[in-house]
């Protein structure tokens, strides 16, 4: 079984609206991290934000939010106010403390593609 | 700061012929990682380092090995190239936990490998 899903394959948006990129995860761990990374068509991968398993408030980083719902085990990332620049692949990650090996474990992938 | 540095940027190989990626970080992380990326399936581990002299196999670790040569260097072989190995390669390299940082992932920029 898949420890995170990435159900939308591609999104689009237009400029200036918000968007949500949705991202499940799966695991029997009570402590872990969950990351959003962000791949532009240049190709380099781009760390966005975090969030662990004990924090209570939502991360946020400029215009990126993680929505974090613990018991639904799901982790969205919210882009506000989307930009043409925003336009790129977009992953989930999650990282599992409680084996010792932190090992990231990576989503398949959305697709967001801004229009003007 | 060069970050992660990792060369090749592209190969092309035929089949039987064996190649060596390079990766290289100056940011003193313990952890080091391999992955590679197909269209489709994210990025999946190949092989992972989580401090020197240690490697263990990731998820997809059939056809490669690798060497962690010290702190900094984490190298990546291919053997006997066979198509299925036409990918993109990411090396990655991440801090402990609690050293400060959430130990997200910084990557070098890939390598792109063709296998004929």
New interface residues.
């Given amino acids: 079984a898949q420890k995170?899903t990435?159900t939308q394959?591609g999104m689009f948006v237009q400029e200036k609206e918000a968007v949500t990129l949705d991202c499940t995860y799966d695991t029997s761990d009570q402590s872990y991290?969950l990351?959003w990374?962000k791949q532009p068509s240049s190709?380099?991968?781009i760390?966005l934000i975090?969030q662990?398993s004990y924090d209570e408030q939502n991360a946020t980083e400029g215009r990126y939010s993680l929505n974090f719902q613990k018991a639904r085990k799901s982790a969205n990332l919210v882009i506000s106010a989307s930009q043409l620049g925003d336009s790129a692949m977009y992953?989930c990650?999650m990282?599992e403390?409680g084996r010792?090996?932190?090992?990231?474990?990576?989503?398949?992938?959305t697709s967001l593609i801004v229009h003007p | 700061n060069a970050g992660v540095t990792q060369t090749p940027k592209f190969q092309v190989l035929k089949t039987g012929q064996s190649m060596t990626l390079q990766c290289a970080q100056d940011m003193n992380h313990n952890s080091m990682y391999w992955y590679r990326q197909d269209p489709g399936m994210g990025l999946r581990l190949i092989y992972y380092s989580a401090s020197e002299g240690t490697t263990d196999k990731g998820e997809v670790p059939n056809g490669y090995n690798v060497s962690r040569l010290n702190k900094r260097e984490f190298s990546l072989r291919l053997e006997s190239a066979a198509p299925s190995q036409t990918s993109v390669y990411f090396c990655a390299s991440s801090g402990h936990l609690g050293t400060g940082g959430p130990g997200e992932l910084f990557f070098g920029e890939g390598s792109r490998l063709t296998v004929l």
């Fill in positions: 995170i990435q394959p991290g990351f990374y190709g380099e991968m760390f975090y662990g992953f990650a990282r403390n010792g090996s932190y090992i990231p474990t990576f989503g398949r992938g």
